[in-house]
């Protein structure tokens, strides 16, 4: 009975010592996630795509400022087809292929990178979203005047074309 009790008390305090490290390490991003002007999402999901940790802000309109549990990736977005769409990309992302691409939660756009990473034997993925809302109207609205100001277009699309940012989110189609 001694070493059964041993054993659990070391697999008790691993546990106890990894799940501290999470905490901190959640703790970093969040802080430094409060500190840019760019809304932004963390997360990782298991290989049962349960959410394992995640940023404090919600996805979703009227949580957008509160505490949720962790829960499913089914639960992070309101829109079924855009679940459907990252819920494909995060099982991509599982069979070890990072994925990059454009998601949306209403009128809002993120642009979003899964990496996959393997923990102790499993493949977990994490996942960070930007809110790139405002690049992409500025991006439609140069193209928008291409015709009226043939000047100030060439002006903005070298900007657009320097800036990878900018870029990236053209090539995923905005």
């Known amino acids: 009975m001694s070493k059964n009790l041993e054993k659990l008390k070391v697999l008790t305090e691993v546990l106890t010592v ?3 490290k999470r905490l901190r390490e959640l703790s970093l991003y969040q802080s430094f996630f409060e500190s840019i002007p760019v809304r932004t999402f963390v997360w990782s999901v298991d290989s049962k795509l349960n959410i394992r940790a995640k940023n404090k802000k ?3 309109g009227k949580c957008a400022n509160l505490v949720l549990p962790n829960g499913s990736l089914n639960d992070a977005f309101s829109c079924i087809k855009m679940n459907e769409v990252n819920i494909e990309h995060h099982k991509k992302a599982l069979d070890g292929n990072r994925q990059t691409y454009l998601s ?29 809302t405002n690049l992409v109207k500025i ?16 002006d903005l699309e070298n900007i657009i074309n320097m800036s990878p940012v900018f870029k990236l989110i053209n090539d995923l189609g905005t």
């Open 18 to 20: 990894r799940d501290e």
């Open 58 to 60: 919600a996805l979703k």
């Open 104 to 132: 949306y939660e209403g009128d809002i756009v993120f642009l979003t990178t899964l990496l996959p990473i393997d923990d102790c034997g499993e493949r977990v993925v994490y996942g960070c979203s930007w809110d790139v």
């Open 139 to 154: 991006s439609k609205a140069v193209k928008q005047i291409s015709a009226s100001s043939p000047d100030l277009v060439a």
